[in-house]
């Protein structure tokens, strides 16, 4: 059976772990159209601390990876710490042969619960069949910066002063 058939690939879904890297270096050349410079696989996989990816391994090639954030959410007056999906490919060869699931039905084991905000109209079709339902609808988001990627910038090059954070 070819591994682009319907058919299950013979895989091992892992934890991401540093010696994945070259392979998703691979995987990102061959299925993803976001940056895949050096600073931003680094930083997306080595250094980013709340970052987690899991990959699917069929020998030494990555075939399929699912990242997530850790983030807590608000629900009601609750908080509580969720890892929320996003890029969740797939090598092309072997998409419709249930890859994708399987990556995301690890991720579905691990403690913390899963949470999705937006997709791709395959991904929202997907979610409810393996149990996900929605919780609420997102009204409002945050970006997570610190002051200085917010203070705006004099015409000479030199930091506003009315927004204090970091170094310029």
Request: hydrophobic share 40%; with cysteine.
């Given at each position: 059976?070819?591994?682009?058939?319907?058919?299950?690939?013979?895989?091992?879904?892992?934890?991401?772990?540093?010696?994945?890297?070259?392979?998703?270096?691979?995987?990102?050349?061959?299925?993803?159209?976001?940056?895949?410079?050096?600073?931003?696989?680094?930083?997306?996989f080595?250094e980013?601390?709340?970052?987690?990816?899991?990959?699917?391994?069929?020998?030494?090639?990555?075939?399929?990876?699912?990242?997530?954030?850790?983030?807590?959410?608000?629900?009601?007056?609750?908080?509580?710490?969720?890892l929320?999906t996003?890029?969740?490919?797939?090598?092309?060869?072997?998409?419709?042969?249930?890859?994708?699931?399987?990556?995301?039905?690890?991720?579905?084991?691990?403690?913390?619960p899963?949470?999705n905000?937006?997709?791709?109209?395959?991904?929202?079709?997907?979610?409810?069949?393996?149990?996900?339902?929605?919780?609420?609808?997102?009204?409002?988001?945050?970006?997570?910066?610190?002051?200085?990627?917010?203070?705006?910038?004099?015409?000479?090059?030199?930091?506003?002063?009315?927004?204090?954070?970091?170094?310029?």
């Amino acid at each position: 059976m070819s591994a682009g058939s319907r058919g299950r690939v013979a895989l091992q879904i892992e934890r991401f772990r540093p010696e994945h890297m070259p392979a998703v270096r691979q995987l990102a050349d061959a299925a993803y159209r976001r940056p895949r410079e050096n600073a931003f696989q680094r930083w997306a996989f080595l250094e980013g601390p709340t970052h987690r990816a899991w990959v699917a391994m069929q020998d030494d090639s990555c075939v399929g990876l699912l990242r997530a954030f850790a983030r807590t959410y608000r629900f009601g007056d609750d908080r509580v710490g969720c890892l929320e999906t996003f890029d969740w490919y797939v090598d092309p060869v072997h998409r419709r042969s249930a890859v994708g699931v399987r990556i995301l039905r690890a991720a579905m084991e691990e403690s913390e619960p899963l949470v999705n905000v937006g997709g791709s109209p395959d991904t929202l079709a997907l979610l409810p069949a393996l149990g996900w339902r929605t919780l609420d609808r997102a009204t409002s988001f945050a970006l997570p910066l610190d002051g200085s990627a917010l203070r705006p910038r004099c015409a000479d090059g030199s930091a506003d002063s009315r927004v204090s954070g970091g170094p310029p």
